[in-house]
C-alpha cells in the first residue's frame, strides 16, 4: 500500500510541476488519459530514481563533497530531463523540452512530493 501511495503523490508533484513552461503532458488528452500518463511518469522517474541516482552519487561522490551537495540539484534536473526522454521513448505524451524546465520541474517535484508526504503521514499517524 505504501508504494501505491507513494507513486500517486510523485504523480500529483508531477502535476504541479507541468506548470513550468517547458515541462508539457498533452493537453488534448481527456481526464483518464492525462492521470494514466502522470502515474506511468510517476513510476517511470521512481524507477530511474532508484536505479540511476545511486549510481550517479557513487561515482560522482567527490563532486558531491566539493560542491557541499549542491551538484545535486544538477543531478536531480538530469534524472528529471531523461524521465522525460524516456517518457517520450515509451510513447507517453509528456515532454520536458530542456535543462532548465527539467532544473525547475525536479525542485518542484522534491519539494511538492516533500509536503504531500508530510501531511500523508500526519494524517495516517492521527489515526
Known sequence: MGILVHVLLTAVAVWVA??????????????????????G???????????????VKFFGCLFYVVTLGLIGLVVNALLFWL?????????????????????FGAIIVALTGWVLDLVYDRATDDR
Not at 488528452?29 to 492521470?35: H, T
Not at 524521465?83 to 532544473?103: K, N, Y
Open 18 to 39: 507541468t506548470l513550468v513552461p517547458g515541462i508539457d503532458l498533452d493537453q488534448g488528452a481527456s481526464a483518464p488519459a492525462k492521470i494514466g500518463t502522470l502515474i
Open 83 to 103: 524521465t522525460g526522454w524516456l517518457a517520450g521513448e515509451l510513447g507517453l505524451p509528456f515532454e520536458v523540452s530542456g535543462f532548465w524546465a527539467a532544473f
Open 41 to 55: 511518469v510517476a513510476l517511470l522517474f521512481g524507477l530511474v530514481n532508484a536505479v540511476v541516482k545511486p549510481l
